[in-house]
């Protein structure tokens, strides 16, 4: 059988949600075990071999881990996959990261970003910004993949029963440093995990006009919130709002664009919400043809006014 | 410090990609080629380190069909000093332009490899942490900022949450986000200079790289379609639909 080992998504303290769709894939995969690789992340661990079906938690505690800086991890990974068959990490930045560099270690191809398990070789995933969807078998021997989160159900956090084992590698490789990081706090739901998002796109004009029509909606609904390339280029809000291609990928309940053409690159970070609502001036403007609901308006007169009687 | 730029010769990004109706990939046929567009950033970055004097030449290199060759002249007009063409018909694997790349740095010893974060056709994200892996080198991936400071290289890099900053011991491998620059446009001269700046051509076996795949495509097939769904009157109805939908 399978033995998957996945990459537990954490900032030392607690585990992240994109970890729970990993564990559902590795588990149409085989045997789930996971692996925390942090500094002080005990706690992680113990939180982790809690999310149902999970099997051994392997603990990596070591100040060389506590950034997951790939160079430091991706050996630690190499070296456990001597027991394991399958690298599975979540698409988040850390796994994105990490994953390629311990591939290339084991002189595998990895599949990235896959939307479903075919067979115990075989996935889809998303190519051309989701335009088109290839169906790959892998021909190594073993396996490395991404998870896209919005396309597997997250594992129940609680009613495991793994068992947490302390592993060590060979700690900090001396090539990187960790300086430091800008990580903005906010009170609203997490991009990747909210039931309603309100997106901005470049008709909202500057910074301070985004906060004063998007934010007030957003906070109605108790949405969160995002942006399209074109505003985070223009500076409207800082890039980890971006939905897209290359941005973050989202599936939530409703998706409210504003503002938003909808280019395809912005289309293939959200088209696989469940209700999509579009509010723009331009009535020919692409975002209608994915559309559930699309209001042709000023933005400035009817978003206010929307916030306003709900 | 020598810099060196993959390329890749994609599919124009304005361009709606077609799959083919035999499900065996994307129509490419008459569709038109652009640079990938994190490479473009790539090597814009790589230009202003050289005018800045940290670069002293800047090597551009694409793995691909001879008509790549149009994608690395593009790279040499905008400023790039030669380039390197690694001639194949068959689709690579990043793996195996990962190990196209680790013998072209073999022989060229740049100080820093600087690749678009992911092509936009295969979107795999792969190739720049594979070749950082293979070099046993470090890798600043998802770039928004890149500063060299004598036998280092500081990358603010795009996350989840934000950004965050690392210090990398050269030679290093950095990987492009959106943010990073705004590539510039090559001018009629530099386009028509570039026609005679320095062109080598190579194939894979030059660098003892099998290049077969490791992944076979069994098929590609159109995403489902959502349907264009109905557009409402005014803010009123819209604010009806708003809380039929439970949210409000």
């Known amino acids: 059988m399978t033995k998957t080992l996945v990459w537990v998504e954490h900032d030392n303290a607690s585990v992240k949600d994109a970890t729970l769709s990993a564990v559902t894939a590795a588990s149409q995969l085989g045997e789930v075990h996971l692996l925390v690789a942090g500094s002080g992340a005990a706690a992680v661990a113990e939180a982790a071999a809690k999310i149902a079906g999970v099997g051994k938690v392997h603990l990596a505690d070591d100040a060389a881990y506590a950034n997951a800086l790939a160079e430091n991890v991706a050996p630690l990974i190499v070296s456990l996959m001597e027991s394991h068959d399958a690298f599975v990490a979540p698409s988040t930045s850390n796994g994105k990261n990490i994953a390629p560099r311990v591939a290339a270690l084991l002189d595998v191809a990895q599949v990235s970003d896959i939307l479903s398990v075919e067979g115990p070789k075989t996935f889809t995933r998303p190519t051309y910004a989701g335009n088109a969807i290839a169906t790959v078998e892998s021909s190594d021997a073993k396996l490395v993949v991404t998870v896209r989160g919005t396309a597997f159900a997250k594992a129940a956090s609680e009613g495991g029963s793994g068992t947490v084992e302390a592993v060590s590698g060979s700690g900090d490789s001396g090539l990187s440093s960790f300086l430091g990081a800008e990580i903005a706090k906010s009170e609203r739901p997490e991009l990747t995990s909210a039931k309603v998002i309100v997106s901005g796109g470049r008709a909202l004009k500057d910074s301070e006009t985004f ?39 989202v599936a939530p309940e409703v998706y409210i664009a504003v503002g938003i053409s909808g280019a395809i690159q912005h289309l293939a970070g959200m088209k696989d919400s469940k209700t999509i609502i579009a509010i723009n001036k331009d009535e020919d403007a692409p975002i209608f043809q994915v559309a559930d609901v699309g209001l042709v308006a000023d933005l400035f007169t009817a978003v206010p006014e929307i916030t306003g009687k709900l | 410090m020598k810099i060196l730029v993959p390329v890749k010769r994609v599919i124009d990004y304005n361009v709606k990609p077609r799959v083919k109706s035999d499900g065996t990939g994307v129509d490419l046929a008459n569709v038109k080629m652009s640079m990938n567009p994190f490479d473009e950033i790539a090597v814009e970055e790589a230009i202003r380190l050289k005018e800045k004097g940290v670069a002293t030449e800047i090597v551009a290199v694409s793995v691909g ?23 194949t018909d068959d689709e690579v694997e990043p793996l195996a332009v990962a190990k196209i790349l680790k013998g072209i740095v073999g022989e060229e010893a740049p100080g820093l490899v600087i690749l678009g974060k992911q092509a936009i056709d295969d979107d795999s994200n792969q190739t720049g942490q594979m070749l950082a892996a293979l070099l046993g080198r470090p890798q600043g991936t998802f770039a928004s900022e890149v500063t060299v400071e004598g036998d280092s290289v500081t990358v603010k890099r795009e996350v989840d949450g934000g950004l965050e900053t690392v210090k990398l011991s050269l030679p290093a491998i950095v990987t492009t986000d959106l943010r990073l620059n705004e590539p510039r446009y090559a001018s009629l001269p530099n386009i028509m200079k570039a026609k005679s700046k320095p062109l080598a051509n190579k194939t894979p076996a030059d660098y003892g790289v099998d290049t077969a795949p490791r992944l076979k495509t069994l098929k590609v097939t159109e995403p489902a379609t959502r349907q264009a769904g109905v557009k409402v009157a005014d803010v009123d109805a819209l604010v009806a639909k708003i809380k039929e939908l439970g949210i409000a």
């Open chain 1, 211 to 249: 906060k004063q029509v998007i934010f007030p909606l957003a906070d109605k609904l108790g949405a969160a919130v995002g942006a399209s390339r074109a505003a985070v280029d223009a500076g409207y809000v800082p890039n980890d709002y971006q939905v897209g291609q290359t941005g973050k990928i």
């Open chain 2, 65 to 87: 069909p001879a008509k790549a060759q149009e994608t690395l002249r593009t790279a040499l007009a905008m400023g790039a000093d030669r380039a390197i063409l690694v001639t």
